[in-house]
């Protein structure tokens, strides 16, 4: 149940957020800054590849492999990304006990065709994983060239400086932003991810992407994408009221709901991704992400059912004051527009509407045919329309994919930690 009070008592916001989460994600423009410029002070500048990698692989778990998908976005079919999770280890692979006690049964392994034409980046907030450790000396065997974004001095980074590696210090988030000790027993297993170290991750890795030149992003685009962050940070403070606060009237709309989050093409599904991982993480909600046009197929037969509480026969005569409330469809479509999707009062979306989805012309691309796009997103709203499905969007005009990118996961990260303090579900 959610409780609006509390999302207008911005005392009551700040005693729940035990975690810093508000506050982790209030920073993430400045943390993309650190991470810049610790990137540069480790080098970065005046790295001078040979040329493109064949593929890149990143490893690493949660922020890592989200940020993996955002570089395959942004860098489109110039060079494969492939993100590399963790499996569980054998037995002898098991590391002493001197790390978290969760990440030590985690392994992570190199694909057998992995060589010296490919480049392995590492991810890690805190560097203690033994497994990882492993895979840059499995690169280092192999050839394969690596690079590392971990804490200076921390086992991932000593594990760089031995197979020389390019070693990005991880830019951690300000003391008053880090989780905080709530009193109750730590989660070993399932420790809670600061929510705003994807731009930690994110940041040295898209620098790195353009330096290589797998991406077309450069030092400027990340830096206004710092600054769209610190925007979306004022728009979604807690002192802002709900019905002025795009992150916290998105919040209210997806209570109760089981949201489907669509993305109008690769950049926008993977925004999509992102926010089911945090609806999940920090509000404890579930969802579903997809990207059109696979979203009509994968999520057409929801539109159909009998989601809620049925039991298959209707009786008129039952008590329906304690039925739960039935569970009820919200789809949210993400995408990139010409000019924003309707017009706002001021002060209360910017540039990313929440409302009902508008009347934005798509964006065009080489990848984004902006006619083709069109007819899918029409497709979506008549099926939404059939089925009595509401149907919003969140919508940036931001022509810099990397702005684009910055502002929508900026409103949706805020959406997703107000459900989870509104909630009483925030992860602490």
């Known amino acids: 149940m959610l409780d609006d009070a509390l999302l207008d008592d911005p005392a009551a916001l700040e005693r729940a957020d035990t975690g810093g989460a508000l506050l982790s994600l209030a920073g993430a423009g400045a943390r993309i800054r650190n991470a810049l410029r610790l990137a540069d002070e480790a080098g970065l500048g005046r790295l001078r590849p040979d040329g493109r990698p ?51 049964d985690l392994a992570w392994h190199l694909p057998g065709w992995v060589g010296s034409l490919d480049l392995l980046v590492t991810a890690s907030a805190d560097g203690t994983e033994p497994g990882l450790c492993a895979l840059v000396e499995q690169a280092y065997v192999r050839g394969c060239s690596a690079a590392v974004i971990a804490p200076a001095g921390s086992p991932l980074a000593e594990a760089a400086v031995q197979a020389r590696a390019l070693l990005l210090p991880y830019a951690p988030p300000a003391p008053a932003a880090g989780l905080e000790s709530t009193g109750a027993a730590p989660e070993t297993d399932l420790p809670p991810e600061d929510p705003g170290a994807l731009w930690a991750v994110l940041a ?101 059912a009998r989601l809620g509480n049925g039991s298959g026969t209707d009786d008129f005569f039952r008590d329906r004051v304690e039925e739960p409330d039935p569970l009820r469809l919200q789809v949210l479509l993400l995408r990139r527009v010409d000019e924003p999707a309707f017009e706002e009062e001021p002060g209360t979306e910017g540039r990313a509407g929440t409302g009902e989805a508008g009347n934005g012309t798509p964006q065009a691309s080489p990848d984004r045919d902006a006619a083709v796009l069109h007819r899918t997103v029409a497709r979506a709203q008549r099926l939404a329309e059939d089925h009595g499905v509401v149907l919003g969007d969140l919508a940036s005009a931001h022509g810099d994919p990397v702005e684009a990118l910055a502002e929508l996961v900026g409103t949706t990260d805020f959406a997703a930690v107000y459900l989870g303090l509104a909630a009483g579900t925030g992860a602490g």
């Not at 979306?232 to 949201?259: D, I, M, T």
């Open 54 to 104: 064949r593929t890149v692989l990143v490893a690493g778990q949660r922020a890592a492999l989200t940020a993996a998908g955002m570089l395959a976005a942004l860098g489109g079919s110039a060079c494969p990304v492939l993100p590399l999770g963790p499996t569980a280890a054998a037995p002898e692979e098991s590391a002493p006990a001197t790390g978290r006690a969760g990440l030590l």
């Open 204 to 304: 040295p890795l898209l620098a790195l992407a353009g330096r290589i030149g797998i991406a077309s992003v450069d030092q400027s685009s990340l830096q206004a994408a710092a600054d769209r962050l610190d925007e979306v940070a004022v728009r979604c403070r807690p002192a802002a009221a709900a019905y002025l606060n795009p992150g916290k009237s998105l919040a209210g709309r997806l209570s109760g709901a089981l949201p489907l989050l669509w993305g109008d093409g690769p950049l926008t599904g993977a925004v999509a991704h992102r926010f089911a991982a945090l609806l999940a993480d920090q509000a404890g909600q579930p969802s579903l992400a997809a990207v059109l046009p696979q979203a009509l197929a994968e999520h057409r037969g929801l539109f159909a």
